[in-house]
Every structure is written in structure tokens, then in C-alpha cells.
């Protein structure tokens, strides 16, 4: 069983920035893939980040690309999420979540094993 612990959140004006961390438990957080979620009031979860085991495949949705980053240290269990130059339609409760399968889906939230209890993120005009 892995938990996974968000922070970093909170309330910034548009423009902004923050950074997102998830620190997981146990001895095994390099064998799993990780992902960012988030979702709005009344929206579907969605996909935002991915990074793979090693850290050497990242993948970011088209919506972030330029502004948010997706990194891990594998020494600490953390996975990051770098929000830059945030908009006020990236207000959402931010999850991470990871995935122990070998094959990586990073966009599909089905394809996680574990997911944390999620973090708000507030971006105001």
C-alpha cells in the first residue's frame, strides 16, 4: 500500500506561481510511474502531468505545456508540479497519483493504483 500526501497549494493571484509537492510512503517510490490530476466544480478529473519511473519520460497536457513542469526525486519520494504563469482556469483541487503497472498510460486515470487526498489550488484574476 503507498500513500501519497500532497502540498503546496493555496491562493495566488494570476500570473503567479506554486509548486506542488506529493511525498509518498514506503520503499518503492522509484517503481512507479506518477501523475497530476486535477478537477474543477462540476468537471471531470483531468490529466495534467506524467513522469515516468526514472524520470526520463515527462508528459504534460496541452493545456500546461510552457508553464508546468512534473519532476521526482526518487531519494525522497516526492513527485513536483512547477505551476508558472498560473490563470485563473487552472483553479482545481490538484491529485497526484501513481501507477505500479509496466506499461505507462499517463493519461488515463483508470490506470492508477493510488491517489492522494488532493490539495486546492485557487487563482485569482
Known amino acids: 500500500q503507498v500513500q501519497l500526501v500532497e502540498s503546496g497549494g493555496g491562493l495566488v493571484q494570476a500570473g503567479g506561481s506554486l509548486r506542488l509537492s506529493c511525498a509518498t510512503s514506503g520503499r518503492t517510490f522509484s517503481t512507479y510511474n506518477m501523475g497530476w490530476f486535477r478537477q474543477a466544480p462540476e468537471k471531470e478529473r483531468e490529466f495534467v502531468a506524467g513522469?515516468?519511473?526514472?524520470?526520463?519520460?515527462?508528459y504534460l497536457a496541452d493545456s500546461v505545456k510552457g508553464r508546468f513542469t512534473i519532476s521526482r526525486d526518487n531519494a525522497k519520494n516526492t513527485v513536483y508540479l512547477q505551476m508558472n504563469s498560473l490563470k485563473p482556469e487552472d483553479t482545481a483541487v490538484y491529485y497526484c497519483?501513481?501507477?505500479?503497472?509496466?506499461?505507462?498510460?499517463?493519461?488515463?486515470?483508470?490506470?492508477?493504483?493510488?491517489w492522494g487526498q488532493g490539495t486546492q489550488v485557487t487563482v485569482s484574476s
Open positions: 513522469i515516468s519511473r526514472s524520470g526520463g519520460n515527462i
Open positions: 497519483a501513481a501507477d505500479q503497472d509496466y506499461t505507462y498510460y499517463p493519461g488515463r486515470p483508470g490506470a492508477y493504483d493510488y
